[in-house]
Protein backbone atom coordinates (compact mmCIF):
# COMPACT_ATOMS: atom_id res chain seq x y z
CA UNK A 1 0.00 0.00 0.00
CA UNK A 2 1.15 3.36 -1.30
CA UNK A 3 2.86 5.19 1.69
CA UNK A 4 1.26 8.77 2.88
CA UNK A 5 4.73 10.33 1.74
CA UNK A 6 3.65 8.98 -1.65
CA UNK A 7 0.57 10.10 -2.05
CA UNK A 8 1.44 13.89 -1.18
CA UNK A 9 4.27 13.43 -4.10
CA UNK A 10 1.85 12.49 -6.62
CA UNK A 11 -0.39 15.31 -5.41
CA UNK A 12 2.07 17.48 -5.94
CA UNK A 13 3.18 16.38 -9.10
CA UNK A 14 -0.64 17.23 -10.28
CA UNK A 15 -1.25 20.07 -8.64
CA UNK A 16 2.72 21.38 -10.83
CA UNK A 17 1.58 19.92 -13.57
CA UNK A 18 -2.01 21.55 -14.08
CA UNK A 19 -0.68 24.78 -13.17
CA UNK A 20 1.96 24.21 -16.27
CA UNK A 21 -1.24 23.65 -18.35
CA UNK A 22 -2.67 27.01 -17.48
CA UNK A 23 0.42 28.99 -18.12
CA UNK A 24 0.99 27.37 -21.63
CA UNK A 25 -2.47 28.45 -21.95
CA UNK A 26 -2.10 31.93 -21.13
CA UNK A 27 0.99 31.87 -22.66
CA UNK A 28 -0.91 31.41 -26.12
CA UNK A 29 -3.73 33.48 -25.38
CA UNK A 30 -1.73 36.83 -23.99
CA UNK A 31 0.60 36.47 -27.16
CA UNK A 32 -2.60 36.67 -29.43
CA UNK A 33 -4.14 40.01 -27.74
CA UNK A 34 -3.35 43.07 -25.11
CA UNK A 35 -3.83 41.51 -21.51
CA UNK A 36 -6.89 43.18 -20.84
CA UNK A 37 -8.45 41.80 -23.40
CA UNK A 38 -7.97 37.79 -22.36
CA UNK A 39 -10.48 36.91 -19.54
CA UNK A 40 -9.59 33.99 -16.64
CA UNK A 41 -12.67 32.62 -18.31
CA UNK A 42 -11.39 31.98 -21.74
CA UNK A 43 -8.26 31.03 -20.58
CA UNK A 44 -9.35 27.94 -18.58
CA UNK A 45 -10.82 26.90 -21.68
CA UNK A 46 -7.80 26.67 -23.61
CA UNK A 47 -6.13 24.91 -20.69
CA UNK A 48 -9.70 22.49 -20.90
CA UNK A 49 -9.97 23.15 -16.82
CA UNK A 50 -12.82 24.65 -14.95
CA UNK A 51 -12.75 28.51 -14.04
CA UNK A 52 -12.43 28.38 -10.60
CA UNK A 53 -9.60 25.63 -11.02
CA UNK A 54 -7.59 28.43 -11.91
CA UNK A 55 -8.16 30.55 -9.18
CA UNK A 56 -6.59 27.34 -6.75
CA UNK A 57 -3.51 28.74 -8.58
CA UNK A 58 -3.96 32.03 -9.73
CA UNK A 59 -5.87 35.19 -7.99
CA UNK A 60 -6.55 37.33 -11.57
CA UNK A 61 -4.79 37.46 -14.77
CA UNK A 62 -2.40 39.88 -13.75
CA UNK A 63 -0.58 37.25 -11.50
CA UNK A 64 -1.12 34.62 -14.42
CA UNK A 65 0.70 37.05 -17.19
CA UNK A 66 3.28 37.76 -14.31
CA UNK A 67 3.54 34.04 -13.47
CA UNK A 68 3.80 33.35 -17.72
CA UNK A 69 6.22 36.09 -18.91
CA UNK A 70 8.59 35.45 -16.00
CA UNK A 71 9.24 31.98 -16.66
CA UNK A 72 9.23 32.64 -20.52
CA UNK A 73 12.81 35.43 -19.54
CA UNK A 74 14.01 33.33 -17.09
CA UNK A 75 15.76 30.83 -19.67
CA UNK A 76 17.76 34.37 -21.73
CA UNK A 77 18.32 36.07 -18.55
CA UNK A 78 20.32 32.53 -17.01
CA UNK A 79 21.87 32.61 -20.86
CA UNK A 80 23.12 36.06 -20.37
CA UNK A 81 24.52 35.73 -16.98
CA UNK A 82 26.52 32.90 -18.19
CA UNK A 83 27.49 34.82 -21.28
CA UNK A 84 28.60 37.61 -19.97
CA UNK A 85 29.79 37.07 -15.99
CA UNK A 86 31.12 33.89 -16.17
CA UNK A 87 32.76 34.19 -19.64
CA UNK A 88 36.79 35.21 -20.36
CA UNK A 89 35.65 38.53 -22.09
CA UNK A 90 32.40 40.20 -22.82
CA UNK A 91 31.26 39.51 -26.22
CA UNK A 92 28.19 41.37 -27.28
CA UNK A 93 27.80 39.30 -30.57
CA UNK A 94 26.68 36.46 -28.64
CA UNK A 95 24.65 38.38 -26.77
CA UNK A 96 22.67 39.86 -29.73
CA UNK A 97 22.70 36.84 -31.20
CA UNK A 98 21.09 34.72 -28.52
CA UNK A 99 18.53 37.34 -27.94
CA UNK A 100 17.47 37.58 -31.44
CA UNK A 101 17.46 33.09 -31.69
CA UNK A 102 15.28 32.87 -28.07
CA UNK A 103 12.86 35.87 -28.95
CA UNK A 104 12.26 34.44 -32.43
CA UNK A 105 11.91 30.60 -31.49
CA UNK A 106 9.92 31.65 -28.49
CA UNK A 107 7.65 34.59 -30.43
CA UNK A 108 4.56 33.52 -27.85
CA UNK A 109 6.70 35.75 -25.09
CA UNK A 110 7.87 38.63 -27.74
CA UNK A 111 4.41 38.93 -28.19
CA UNK A 112 4.11 39.25 -24.66
CA UNK A 113 6.47 41.78 -24.48
CA UNK A 114 5.17 43.82 -26.65
CA UNK A 115 1.78 44.31 -25.96
CA UNK A 116 2.67 44.88 -22.49
CA UNK A 117 4.78 47.84 -23.69
CA UNK A 118 2.13 48.95 -25.77
CA UNK A 119 -1.05 48.81 -23.63
CA UNK A 120 0.79 49.03 -20.02
CA UNK A 121 -1.19 47.38 -17.60
CA UNK A 122 -3.63 49.13 -14.89
CA UNK A 123 -2.41 47.55 -11.83
CA UNK A 124 0.71 49.91 -10.43
CA UNK A 125 1.93 46.06 -8.51
CA UNK A 126 2.22 44.26 -11.60
CA UNK A 127 3.72 47.54 -13.94
CA UNK A 128 6.65 47.27 -10.96
CA UNK A 129 6.97 43.44 -11.48
CA UNK A 130 7.18 43.51 -15.02
CA UNK A 131 9.40 46.27 -15.39
CA UNK A 132 11.86 44.71 -12.90
CA UNK A 133 12.13 42.27 -15.04
CA UNK A 134 13.21 44.56 -17.82
CA UNK A 135 15.35 46.50 -15.97
CA UNK A 136 17.29 43.46 -14.66
CA UNK A 137 18.29 42.49 -18.44
CA UNK A 138 19.14 46.13 -18.28
CA UNK A 139 21.52 45.47 -15.21
CA UNK A 140 22.79 42.68 -17.34
CA UNK A 141 23.41 45.11 -20.62
CA UNK A 142 25.36 47.22 -18.40
CA UNK A 143 27.44 44.53 -16.69
CA UNK A 144 28.84 44.19 -20.90
CA UNK A 145 29.17 47.17 -21.50
CA UNK A 146 31.58 47.85 -18.91
CA UNK A 147 33.28 44.61 -19.73
CA UNK A 148 33.81 46.30 -23.22
CA UNK A 149 35.38 48.76 -21.79
CA UNK A 150 32.37 51.54 -21.97
CA UNK A 151 32.86 54.44 -19.33
CA UNK A 152 30.18 56.90 -19.83
CA UNK A 153 26.44 56.77 -20.22
CA UNK A 154 26.17 52.94 -19.78
CA UNK A 155 22.60 52.68 -19.00
CA UNK A 156 21.37 54.85 -22.64
CA UNK A 157 23.88 51.95 -24.28
CA UNK A 158 22.02 49.42 -22.44
CA UNK A 159 18.34 51.33 -22.98
CA UNK A 160 19.60 51.76 -26.65
CA UNK A 161 20.69 48.11 -27.08
CA UNK A 162 17.57 46.71 -25.80
CA UNK A 163 15.46 48.81 -27.94
CA UNK A 164 17.41 48.20 -31.07
CA UNK A 165 16.91 44.03 -30.68
CA UNK A 166 13.47 44.47 -29.52
CA UNK A 167 12.97 46.35 -32.90
CA UNK A 168 15.04 43.47 -34.80
CA UNK A 169 12.52 41.15 -33.47
CA UNK A 170 9.32 43.16 -34.62
CA UNK A 171 10.47 43.08 -38.16
CA UNK A 172 10.00 40.93 -41.42
CA UNK A 173 6.63 39.31 -39.00
CA UNK A 174 4.69 39.61 -42.79
CA UNK A 175 7.00 38.14 -45.03
CA UNK A 176 5.31 34.69 -46.87
CA UNK A 177 7.94 34.64 -49.35
CA UNK A 178 10.78 34.05 -46.55
CA UNK A 179 10.83 30.85 -44.20
CA UNK A 180 10.97 31.01 -40.46
CA UNK A 181 15.05 29.99 -41.27
CA UNK A 182 15.55 32.71 -43.76
CA UNK A 183 14.00 35.37 -41.13
CA UNK A 184 16.22 34.55 -38.03
CA UNK A 185 19.00 34.46 -40.47
CA UNK A 186 18.46 38.03 -41.58
CA UNK A 187 17.99 39.56 -38.00
CA UNK A 188 21.06 37.68 -36.73
CA UNK A 189 22.92 39.57 -40.10
CA UNK A 190 21.42 42.96 -38.58
CA UNK A 191 21.69 42.29 -34.84
CA UNK A 192 25.85 41.50 -36.04
CA UNK A 193 26.19 44.32 -37.85
CA UNK A 194 24.82 46.19 -34.91
CA UNK A 195 26.99 45.06 -32.65
CA UNK A 196 29.85 46.05 -34.42
CA UNK A 197 28.55 49.68 -34.15
CA UNK A 198 28.66 49.34 -30.84
CA UNK A 199 32.23 48.22 -30.74
CA UNK A 200 33.21 50.90 -32.64
CA UNK A 201 31.63 53.78 -30.70
CA UNK A 202 32.75 51.87 -27.53
CA UNK A 203 36.59 51.94 -28.63
CA UNK A 204 36.27 55.68 -30.11
CA UNK A 205 35.42 56.84 -26.30
Known sequence: MPQPSTFK????QEKDLRKTIIIEAAEKLFASKPFDKVSMREIAKEAGISPASIYRHFPDQQSLFIEAFSRGTREIKDDFDTMIFHGDSAN???VVDRFIEYFTINDQYFRMMINFFLLGPVDQEMFERLTNIERAMLDQFDILFKRMGAKKDIRFLS???FATL???VAIFRSTPDKSSEEILYHRKRIAKVMAQLFRKGIARE
Open 9 to 12: RLKE
Open 92 to 94: IDE
Open 159 to 161: QTL
Open 166 to 168: TGI
